[in-house]
Structures are given as structure tokens and as C-alpha cells.
């Protein structure tokens, strides 16, 4: 027992000693009960409703964080290493550091909680006590899987963001749940809940399929349908080894574009039940959709996806390329410097230069990159550009931004 005291007076000093990590931790959670109570639904019963995820995840996503720290921290100094050349049984050090963690742990959850209370203004009403019970009984668990997995992956490259890594599924289901209306009367109904694939805004970074499965529980426990687009479907399965269908199996429908990356000229396709794509049919001659002698169009996306699939693989080998050139360039930002798939965003405000000038400019020279905001810039790789062109966009964006 003394053994075990003494190793927890060391992990509470590591981490203690510097406050870092717990002064880190504090202020995200604090940022992130701000970010949620400010961009989230005000609706006061969607609130009680909402509480615990809202808790739950934000406790999760520093918590984790500061046990990681902790880890680090240990792994810096040396004595972490130490401790296990040292002849003391494995579970006694594990006890240790998980009792140490556990401690902080708490620390935390009763500050989350106080802040929860200030910005939330109690919305779990007469019940908060059972609630911050629950939430400290759950700490323990917590503290466990965080202490084992934390110290096994702190040897690790990139081990500091494991811990955010971990938790982001569960922040994103939380957001999914607090955009949902809470069925009040004056207000429209919740009805779809829609995903991109790839995502346009996150840079062309694919959906995990265990992302997509989760987002669909939530929708389904509402009582609401899901929703692909897929504008970039295919690159999402290219890039990643997971087949298109995969991807779609947890959606109710889906749509595919054939342009794009794909190289057709027009065309899509939009797949779901046999009810579904009825009524579909139905809403796109309402709405003016009939077209006659289609068939030269169709004839063109079978041939899309025949034989352009798995060439899109190119798309992004040549998107990584021009991520990598143009990234070399003075004042110039890759805004995705994980380029997953066919598209980089980048930033020029360091050049200073506007996008609308340098797209203006691009256009001179025969070279389409679209601003996408004062001094953004996005770029796409797609059938139409090969290897060499890629280079030559990125030399000639390189002349032009020189200063």
C-alpha cells in the first residue's frame, strides 16, 4: 500500500509540478462548453435532453488529452523507464499511474461540471447530483482505458494527439444530436440528416465508415433519414480500400456524381429502396427532370465506371504532388497538408496577394484554380489534368507568387 501511495505522489508531481497539462485541459474544456453553448440550439428542452453527450464528450476530448500529456511527460523525463526496469510487479505500477490519472480525472470533471452549470444554467434541474455521481463513477473507467492506452502509445510518432484522436467520433455525434430541432411546435421539423463524401469544406478528407455508422444510429434514433451526397464517393473508396457500397450501407440513399472525377460530361445517380427511388422518379418530372434520347449520356457514365475508377488513384497521387510543390513556396499555407484525396486548399495571405488576383492572373496563363475566399485557394486534380500538367500549374504558381 505504501508502494502504491508513493507512486501516486509521483504521477500527481509530474503533472503537478508544471500544471501544463491540467492548465491546457481546463481551458479546452471551458472553450469547448463556450463553442457549444454559443453555436448549439438554445432550446432549453433540447438542452436537458442534450447534457450528458455534451458533458460526456467534451470531458472525454480533454481528459484523454491530459492523460496523454501526463504520459508524455513521464517519457521525457525518463521515469516511466525507469520504473519498469525496476523490480516492482506490473500491476502495482499500472495501479499507480491509473490512481494518479484518476485523481486528475476528477479534478477536471468537477471543474467541467461547475462550468456546465454556469453556462448551461443547470439544465439537469433537481437530478445534478445523481448526474456529477454518474459522472465521476464514470471516471474511473475513463481513467483506466486512458492510463493503459496513453502509456502503450506514448513511445509512438504523433502519440500527443491520441487523445483527441479518440474522442472526436463521440464531439461529432454530439453536434449531430444538438442540430437536431427538438419538435416544438413553431418550429420546422427535423426530417434528413445529410453527409458528404468526400468532404468538400474538410479539404477532401474521407468519412470513416465507423463515423458514418454512429452519425446513422443518431439519425435513425430520431426518427430521420440519411443522406449521401457522394459528389466524391468513388475517390473515398479508392483512397481508402473500403467499397462504395460499404460506404452506403448505412445511408437510406444515395447520390453519385459521374462528372467530377470520373470525366463525364453531365450526369449522376441517385440510389435508394425501390419506394424511394419511385417517388424520386415522380419529383424530378414535377420539377421539370425529363429529358429525351438520354441515352448518350448514360452510354458515358457506364463507360465512367467501367474504366475511370480506378485511375482516380492518379487524381490524388497528383493532388499530393502540387500539395508538396506549391507548399515549398514563400508565404503560401496548405490549408489540408494531409491531402487524402484530388483536393488542396491553400492560403496566400502571406504572399500578400489576394485569391481573386492569382486566380485572374492563372487564367492568363491557361491554368483554373478557384478562389474560395480572400485569400483561399482550391485546387482539383480530376481526369482532365495529368502529371505534367500538375507540375507545370504548380511552377507557374510558383513564378507568379514570387516575390
Known amino acids: 500500500m505504501s508502494l502504491l501511495v508513493a507512486l501516486v505522489r509521483k504521477e500527481l508531481r509530474v503533472e503537478l509540478r508544471s500544471l501544463q497539462g491540467t492548465v491546457a485541459a481546463a481551458m479546452l474544456v471551458l472553450a469547448l462548453l463556450l463553442l457549444l453553448r454559443f453555436t448549439l440550439t438554445n432550446d432549453e ?3 436537458a435532453r442534450l447534457a450528458p453527450a455534451i458533458l460526456w464528450s467534451v470531458l472525454l476530448f480533454a481528459g484523454l488529452g491530459l492523460l496523454t500529456h501526463t504520459a508524455l511527460r513521464e517519457g521525457d523525463r525518463g521515469t516511466g523507464e525507469m520504473l519498469r526496469l525496476a523490480p516492482l510487479p506490473r500491476a502495482t505500477l499500472f495501479l499507480g499511474a491509473w490512481a494518479g490519472n484518476l485523481l486528475l480525472l476528477s479534478g477536471l470533471t468537477l471543474l467541467a ?7 448551461f444554467e443547470n439544465s439537469f434541474g433537481p437530478a445534478w447530483p445523481s448526474a456529477l455521481a454518474i459522472l465521476l463513477l464514470s471516471a474511473v473507467g475513463v481513467s483506466a482505458a486512458g492510463t493503459l492506452t496513453t502509456q502503450a502509445a506514448a513511445p509512438l510518432p504523433g502519440a500527443w494527439m491520441l487523445g483527441t484522436l479518440l474522442a472526436i467520433p463521440l464531439l461529432l455525434f454530439t453536434v449531430v444530436e444538438a442540430s437536431l430541432r ?12 445529410v453527409v458528404e463524401q468526400t468532404s468538400n469544406g474538410g479539404g477532401g478528407s474521407i468519412w470513416p465508415l465507423a463515423t458514418l455508422v454512429g ?6 434514433g430520431h426518427g430521420l433519414a440519411l443522406h449521401m451526397d457522394g459528389a466524391r464517393l468513388l475517390n473515398a473508396a479508392v483512397a481508402s480500400g473500403t467499397a462504395a457500397c460499404d460506404f452506403a450501407d448505412p445511408v437510406d440513399s444515395v447520390w453519385l456524381d459521374l462528372s467530377k472525377g ?11 429502396s425501390d419506394a424511394f427511388i419511385r417517388e424520386a422518379w415522380r419529383w424530378k418530372h414535377r420539377l421539370g427532370g425529363a429529358m429525351r434520347q438520354a441515352g448518350i449520356l448514360a452510354a458515358a457514365g457506364s463507360w465512367a465506371l467501367t474504366h475511370h475508377v480506378d485511375r482516380l488513384a492518379e487524381d490524388h497521387d497528383n493532388a499530393r504532388s502540387f500539395a508538396q510543390r506549391i507548399g515549398s513556396i514563400e508565404g503560401v499555407t496548405i490549408l489540408n497538408p494531409e491531402v487524402e484525396t484530388n483536393l ?3 492560403d496566400v495571405a502571406g504572399t500578400g496577394q489576394s485569391s481573386k488576383d492569382v486566380t485572374a ?4 496563363r491557361g491554368v483554373w484554380i478557384g478562389a474560395n475566399g480572400p485569400t483561399r485557394m482550391r485546387a482539383v486534380t480530376h481526369l482532365g489534368v495529368g502529371k505534367p500538367a500538375v507540375d507545370e500549374a504548380g511552377e507557374l504558381l510558383s513564378e507568379l507568387l514570387a516575390r
Open 45 to 47: 428542452i433540447a438542452q
Open 113 to 119: 461540471f461547475g462550468f456546465y452549470i454556469l453556462l
Open 182 to 193: 427538438a419538435g416544438r411546435a413553431l418550429e420546422p421539423r427535423s426530417r434528413l440528416v
Open 215 to 220: 452519425v446513422a444510429q443518431v439519425a435513425r
Open 262 to 272: 470520373l470525366g463525364c460530361p453531365v450526369g449522376a445517380v441517385l440510389a435508394g
Open 344 to 346: 488542396v486548399f491553400f
Open 361 to 364: 492572373r492563372l487564367r492568363e
